[in-house]
């Protein structure tokens, strides 16, 4: 298949915590290149527990000449350490936020400055004004931790007046979650670009993993059949991909505005999945 023009699509990292990791995203981060991201993004861990690595990997893709995106958490944060590094990233050369409420380390308490990603984003929009493109986060089947579909999406358009100018989504593998989010949101006047978050399926025990902490959903069928290939990682990568590539289908053609990929810093699965997409240029 061959696109008729340039889709959208963006890639999340995590800070590497060695040097070995370090160099490895280093080749990761440029195989991916080949998909000409409009960014990449770089996750900041619980209570901005991996800010010195996130800030150094942000500062590294910036060097290649390519957009980076630096996460941002606030749960525990004060307003003076905010703006201290909102002011570092700015003279870094960041021109784009993931702005996230994110999660305390355990153990801590529940202090700080910000309660909301909402109260962060309009933080960022006083002190900076439009120095920054936001980015917030969607959840199409509801944030684990809302209280009904209703609360949370009153909670993402609060976000959304607050100042943010586009979304990210959580992962799904169910279509039909991201459109009627979507459509939901606009019938509340929201009408930023929604962007789904796509993961791919390399490991089953992983992704089961990472779906029971984050409340993100593995439909039955899909669960049941990764459980039938047991350890045979070679037909679970190949049925991820199908999946995957088919979910990519059915969001491009439904409108969606662009993709954005977890990618574990892993490169072969997203490659794989653009190629069969024609998004690899």
């Not at 770089?42 to 980076?68: C, H, K, P």
């Not at 962060?120 to 809302?146: G, T, W």
């Not at 799904?172 to 979650?177: G, R, T």
Request: negative net charge; charged residues 20%; proline residues 5%.
């Amino acid at each position: 298949m061959t696109s008729t023009s340039r889709f959208p699509v963006s890639i999340e990292f995590f800070p590497p915590k060695t040097p070995e990791g370090v160099e490895k995203l280093r080749i990761v981060r440029h195989q991916l290149y080949a998909l000409k991201p409009e960014f990449c993004s770089v996750t900041f861990g619980a209570g901005g527990s991996t800010q010195e690595g996130t800030f150094s990997t942000v500062r590294d893709i910036l060097s290649e000449g390519v957009n980076a995106a630096s996460h941002f958490s606030c749960i525990g944060a004060t307003r003076e350490r905010v703006r201290g590094q909102l002011a570092t990233l700015k003279a870094m050369g960041v021109k784009r936020l993931v702005a996230l409420r994110g999660d305390l380390p355990s153990g801590y308490g529940t202090g700080g400055e910000f309660h909301y990603a909402s109260d962060l984003v309009a933080f960022i929009r006083a002190e900076m004004s439009d120095d920054f493109h936001i980015e917030v986060a969607a959840y199409p089947e509801i944030h684990p931790q809302a209280r009904s579909p209703e609360s949370d999406l009153k909670a993402f358009a609060v976000k959304v007046e607050a100042g943010a100018n586009s979304a990210i989504t959580q992962y799904f593998y169910n279509s039909d979650a991201y459109f009627r989010f979507v459509e939901d949101a606009d019938a509340l006047g929201v009408q930023i670009p929604v962007v789904p978050g796509i993961m791919p399926i390399a490991s089953s025990s992983q992704l089961m993993r990472f779906s029971d902490a984050c409340g993100a959903e593995i439909p039955r069928w899909i669960r049941l059949r990764l459980q039938g290939f047991g350890d045979d990682t070679a037909s679970i990568k190949a049925f991820g991909l199908d999946v995957v590539t088919d979910l990519c289908e059915q969001l491009r053609a439904g409108g969606a505005p662009g993709l954005h990929f977890y990618s574990m810093n892993q490169s072969a699965a997203a490659l794989e999945i653009c190629q069969r997409l024609g998004l690899v240029a």
